[in-house]
């Protein structure tokens, strides 16, 4: 932005949109507990500490966040989406392995 311009004010739709801007799918899993987009931006690591192995996977992207304008309005809608987004898929697959294990089996 250039001096004495003034940033349009923000909107938690606006902050989405720029989140949405931030990777680009499909996204995909390496072996080796990293998550990448297509255009192989790091989404996610393991986020494993030698000797503290706790976490699953650890979002990434505060590096180039911290260079963006309200970078965090940024980091924080994008953990608000991420959250949704696993709200939304731990539900439909919690419903779709519900009714296969309610189908009688066939012997």
Same mark, same amino acid.
């Given at each position: ?18 989140? #949405?801007?931030?990777?680009?799918? /499909?996204?995909?899993?390496?072996? +080796? ?5 297509? =255009? ?24 180039? #966040?911290?260079?963006?304008?309200? /970078?965090?309005?940024?980091?924080? +809608? ?5 959250? =949704? ?23």
């Amino acid at each position: 932005m250039k001096p004495n311009e003034k940033s349009e004010p923000l909107t938690k739709d606006k902050i989405k949109a720029e989140v #949405l801007k931030l990777y680009t799918p /499909p996204f995909h899993y390496s072996s +080796a507990g990293y998550i990448f987009d297509s =255009e192989g931006h790091t989404f996610s690591d393991s986020g494993c500490v030698v000797g503290e192995e706790r976490m699953m996977a650890r979002i990434r992207g505060w590096g180039r #966040l911290s260079y963006m304008e309200h /970078p965090h309005e940024l980091q924080d +809608a994008a953990g608000e989406m991420y959250a =949704e987004a696993l709200n939304l898929y731990w539900a439909q697959a919690t419903k779709a392995t519900s009714k296969n294990s309610e189908k009688p089996s066939e012997t």
